[in-house]
């Protein structure tokens, strides 16, 4: 038996595809004879499943579980849940390693796969082996078994562990997604006031697109937080791994501020501790850190890359202006919006501040949003090459890490190559409006010597 994925769906971070159309119960099957295959090559014989709350779901997990078992894994199903209970579960269970059915922070009619085995994420290259050994039908056979196991008051216990927070009334947004559930047992045990909205699972995401991180699906939290007087409120994606918040006042608290306010107190307990964050985060992040004494580093976007990373430097802390955020302090290195949740409280707590009054001390900059473009395939890597290299022949002050980030008397912009799409993506941050439209201009006019215009879709 062959199995041939559709090309699309094999992602740099997870396979992932629309139900129906690129991705299938077939693809489902073949990803657990293929994972089942490798894991047993790598002496895995235990592996925990879980999946989100998506209509589609329970089917996809019971096609990847048969293949599971007829490559001879033992599948240990934990039910529905965010996809960091998934990744608790390798640590907390006999398991050599975890998949998770989940479509993540994408539309309804979207689901995949996140993929780990023996202590690390499965991605990049690793992925698009899993599709040449389906084609090549390389795959073991055998009968394993299934077992369902509950961890949810495990993995709630784990999340309250140590917790020092003071009792602050929040608001809490979990758009109907996976984490849900999960949020009302916490709640239950949580100090202080808590008002939760949307967490009864609901796949077909009735209230809002449930990705934080765009502006527009955080209105019923915000009017939620102003209509109480709340102290602030947070908000989750479809799978609970990326994490969104207000402050007292409705404004949105973005990824890299976030991260500034949890690294003072990691830094506190781990002083001159690495702090890592995406290259698209802004630079009074990167500023910050060092001044409470840290060592900041600007790495390449996407949750794996990040945990590998943090793994190589041994740092406690990273995030993504996506909204992953990952602590190795007190806590395993994965992305974990729930825990992520509880740290911010108990920062805010240790801060002696509210949250409305550290966002108000914050540096003001006027960047752009990230700004998105498609542009072919073949093109998009070749493009940022071709600017990265006129710049430095111009004697610009380049950061390379993840395409192309140029510092000037301004700010910065940056252009970089989308690993998952056909897209560049492009963003800039300066002091002032009339700073930040001068980067812009930048942009496009590297752009234009690579003869692209930047709008919704790039033409040639």
Partial sequence: MTHAFNPTILREYDIRGIVGDTLTEADAYGLGRTYAAIAREEGARRIAVGRDGRTHSGMLQASLVRGLTEGGIDAVLIGMGPSPMLYFATYY?????????????????????????????????????IGQRARAGQWSTGTGTTEEVD??????????????????????????????????????????????????????????HPDPTVEANLEDLKRLVLDRELDFGIAFDGDADRIGAVDGKGRVIWGDQL???????????????????????SQVLFDRVAELGGQPLMWKTGHSLIKSKMKETGAPLAGEMSGHVFFKHRWYGFDDALYAAIRLIEAVSQSGKSLTEIMDAMPKTMATPEMRFQVDEVRKFAIVDEVRDRLGAEG????????????????????????????????????????????????????????ITRGESATH
């Fill in 93 to 129: 269970l006999d398991v050599d390693g975890g998949i998770q059915v989940t479509g993540s922070h994408n539309p309804a009619d979207y689901n995949g796969f996140k993929l780990l085995l023996k202590g690390r994420s499965v991605f990049g290259q690793e992925i698009q082996g």
């Fill in 151 to 208: 961890i949810r008051e495990a993995y709630v216990d784990r999340l309250l562990e140590g917790y020092s927070g003071k009792p602050f009334h929040v608001g809490w947004d979990a758009g109907n997604g996976a984490g849900g559930p999960i949020l009302d047992m916490l709640l239950d045990r949580l100090p202080g006031q808590h008002h939760a909205i949307y967490t009864a699972v609901d796949g077909t995401f009735p209230n809002h």
């Fill in 259 to 281: 991260l500034a306010i949890l690294a003072e107190a990691v830094l506190k307990d781990q002083p001159g501790a690495t702090i890592i964050a995406d290259v698209k985060a």
């Fill in 396 to 451: 610009a002050k380049v950061d390379a890490t993840d395409g192309v980030r140029v510092n000037t008397p301004d700010g910065w912009w940056l252009l970089r190559a989308s690993n998952t799409q056909d897209v560049l993506v492009a963003r800039a941050e300066a002091k002032d409006e009339a700073g930040r439209d001068r980067l812009v201009a930048q942009i496009d006019e590297q752009l234009g010597k690579s003869g």
